[in-house]
């Protein structure tokens, strides 16, 4: 059964970086596309960014250019750098085993002004 645990989140300032990491359990990381998604407080959950198995990276307009995605299959863990935070960006990011329902608990990033 897969399982994907996140970390990273906190409290930055605007214009600051984070990175986040999803450790991804009970497959091989190598054969499957992942996903970061993120939910700010009334809105719906959205795509930020996705890797796919042959490391090809996609990005949500509001975040190309700042957001890198990337994946360590040997260590079974994707990441997502965040750099020139803003605080639009708040949120409880989510790691996600794309096409499936199967999501991480989230990690919290809060970006203050």
């Known amino acids: 059964q897969v399982q994907l645990v996140e970390s990273g989140g906190g409290l930055v300032q605007t214009g600051g970086s984070v990175r986040l990491s999803c450790v991804f359990s009970?497959?091989?990381?190598?054969?499957?596309?992942m996903a970061w998604y993120r939910q700010a407080p009334g809105k719906q959950r959205g795509m930020v960014a996705y890797?796919?198995?042959?490391?090809?990276?996609n990005y949500a307009d509001s975040v190309k250019g700042r957001f890198t995605i990337s994946r360590d299959n040997a260590k079974k863990t994707v990441y997502l750098q965040m750099n020139s935070l803003k605080p639009e960006d708040t949120a409880v990011y989510y790691c996600?085993?794309?096409?499936?329902?199967?999501w991480g608990q989230g990690t919290q990033v809060t970006v203050s002004s």
């Open positions: 009970g497959s091989d990381l190598r054969f499957n596309d």
């Open positions: 996600n085993l794309m096409r499936t329902q199967i």
């Open positions: 890797i796919t198995r042959s490391g090809s990276a």
